[in-house]
C-alpha cells in the first residue's frame, strides 16, 4: 500500500467527518462505527469528530491538514487499536497534531480470535495477529460501549448519569440485536451455513453464529490472491456446491465477479463490516449493518 506524506491530499478532507454538539467536550474517533457510539453515549455533552467517515477504508486512509485540528483540541481519541495495520496513521497524526489527550484502546476486554481461527484463500495473517475486525460480534459491540462510556465519564464526571444511562438503553438495543441475529441464523440448517466472502472481516459474526467463511482477500486488502488461489477456491466452490457469494463494501469486486462466472454461483449482495454506509444507506448505522448483514447471509446460505 502506498501511503502519501501526512499532509498531502488536502483535496480529500472533503471525506465524510462526523460532528456533532460544538460546544461540548472535544472527542475524536478514528472510524465511523466507533464513531457513531461515541456519538450515541456522549450525546449533546461532546463535540465530536470522525476521522475515516461513512464508506471510508480506515486501513488506506491518507490524513490530511484538516484532521491535525480535528485531534489537536481533543481530550479524548477513541480507536480500535487491535491489529496495526487497521489504523496504520494514527500514531503520526497524533504527533502531528501534538495530540495531549487521552487515547483510549476501545477494544479492551473484547475476545479476540486470531489468524488460526481464520479462512483466507491468500494474505493468511500469523496466528499471533488478532483480526481487527471485534465490533463484528454484538456481544463485543457491547464491551465498545462499556470502554467507551467509562472514557466519557473519567474525563467528564459532571456528566456522568447522561453518559451512563445513554449507554443502559443502547446496551439493551445491542442485547435484543444479537439474540435477534442468533434466532435468524438458527433458521438456517448447519450444513448450509458456509459463504464466500471477498474480504475477510466478517469472521467475528461467523464464529458467533457457527457460519463457515471463506474469503478471497485476508483481514486486509493489501493482498492479492493469486491464480492458482483463485483456481482452487472455484473447484471448492463447485465440490461444496456454495451459492453464498457476497462482496464487501470496500473491495474490488472483479475476483468475486471472476468466480461467479466461472461456477455459476450468484453474488448476493453487498455486506458491510469496516464502516458504516452514508445516511439512508443499508448500514447508516451499527445496529442497521449487523440487521443487514445477517438478513443478506441467511438468504444466501439458504440458496446453497
Same mark, same amino acid.
Given at each position: 500500500m502506498k501511503r502519501r506524506a501526512l499532509l498531502a491530499g488536502i483535496a480529500a478532507s472533503a471525506l465524510p467527518v462526523a460532528s456533532r454538539a460544538a460546544g461540548g467536550m472535544k472527542v475524536a474517533a478514528t472510524?465511523?462505527?466507533?464513531? *457513531? =457510539?461515541?456519538?450515541?453515549?456522549?450525546?449533546e455533552q461532546i463535540d465530536l469528530q470522525t476521522? /475515516?467517515?461513512?464508506?471510508?477504508?480506515?486501513? #488506506?486512509?491518507?490524513?490530511?491538514?484538516a484532521d491535525i485540528p480535528r485531534v489537536a483540541g481533543a481530550?479524548?481519541?477513541?480507536?480500535?487499536?487491535? $491489529? +496495526?495495520?487497521? *489504523?496504520?496513521?494514527?500514531?503520526t497524526l497524533m504527533k502531528q497534531a501534538k495530540f495531549a489527550g487521552t487515547k483510549v484502546i476501545v477494544t479492551r476486554g473484547v475476545k479476540a480470535i486470531s489468524g488460526e481461527d481464520e479462512h483466507p484463500v491468500s494474505g493468511r495473517p500469523k496466528a499471533s495477529t488478532l483480526d481487527?475486525?471485534?465490533?463484528? #460480534? @454484538?456481544r463485543n459491540a457491547v464491551i465498545y460501549v462499556k470502554n467507551i462510556? #467509562?472514557?466519557? /465519564?473519567?474525563? +467528564?464526571?459532571?456528566?456522568?448519569?447522561?453518559?451512563? $444511562?445513554?449507554?443502559?438503553a443502547y446496551t439493551k438495543d445491542l442485547k435484543e440485536l444479537q439474540a435477534w441475529a442468533q434466532a435468524e441464523i438458527a433458521a438456517v440448517?448447519?450444513?448450509?451455513?458456509?459463504?464466500?466472502?471477498?474480504?475477510?472481516?466478517?469472521?467475528?459474526l461467523g464464529l458467533a453464529y457457527g457460519i463457515t467463511m471463506i474469503?478471497? $482477500?485476508? =483481514?486486509? $486488502?493489501?493482498? *492479492? @490472491?493469486?491464480?492458482?488461489?483463485?483456481?482452487?477456491?472455484?473447484?471448492?466452490?463447485?465440490?461444496?456446491?456454495?451459492?453464498?457469494?457476497?462482496? +464487501?463494501?470496500?473491495? +474490488?469486486?472483479?475476483?468475486? *465477479?471472476?468466480i461467479s462466472k466461472e461456477t455459476g454461483a450468484i453474488i448476493?449482495?453487498?455486506?458491510?463490516?469496516?464502516?458504516?454506509?452514508?445516511?439512508?444507506?443499508?448500514a447508516a448505522t451499527y445496529i442497521d449493518l449487523i440487521r443487514h448483514d445477517v438478513a443478506m447471509l441467511k438468504a444466501g446460505m439458504l440458496r446453497n
Open positions: 472510524f465511523s462505527i466507533i464513531g *457513531e =457510539w461515541a456519538g450515541r453515549i456522549g450525546g476521522i /475515516v467517515g461513512p464508506d471510508g477504508d480506515t486501513e #488506506d486512509y491518507t490524513p490530511t491538514a481530550r479524548i481519541l477513541f480507536m480500535n487499536g487491535l $491489529n +496495526d495495520e487497521f *489504523e496504520p496513521w494514527v500514531e481487527q475486525h471485534a465490533w463484528m #460480534d @454484538p462510556t #467509562d472514557a466519557l /465519564v473519567r474525563a +467528564d464526571a459532571a456528566n456522568t448519569d447522561q453518559y451512563r $444511562n445513554r449507554a443502559a440448517p448447519a450444513a448450509k451455513r458456509r459463504v464466500l466472502l471477498s474480504h475477510d472481516s466478517l469472521q467475528y474469503s478471497v $482477500n485476508g =483481514w486486509t $486488502n493489501k493482498s *492479492e @490472491p493469486s491464480a492458482a488461489d483463485l483456481a482452487r477456491l472455484t473447484d471448492q466452490i463447485r465440490r461444496d456446491r456454495v451459492k453464498a457469494l457476497f462482496l +464487501d463494501s470496500i473491495t +474490488d469486486p472483479r475476483a468475486m *465477479e471472476r448476493g449482495g453487498t455486506l458491510y463490516a469496516d464502516a458504516l454506509s452514508k445516511p439512508g444507506g443499508p
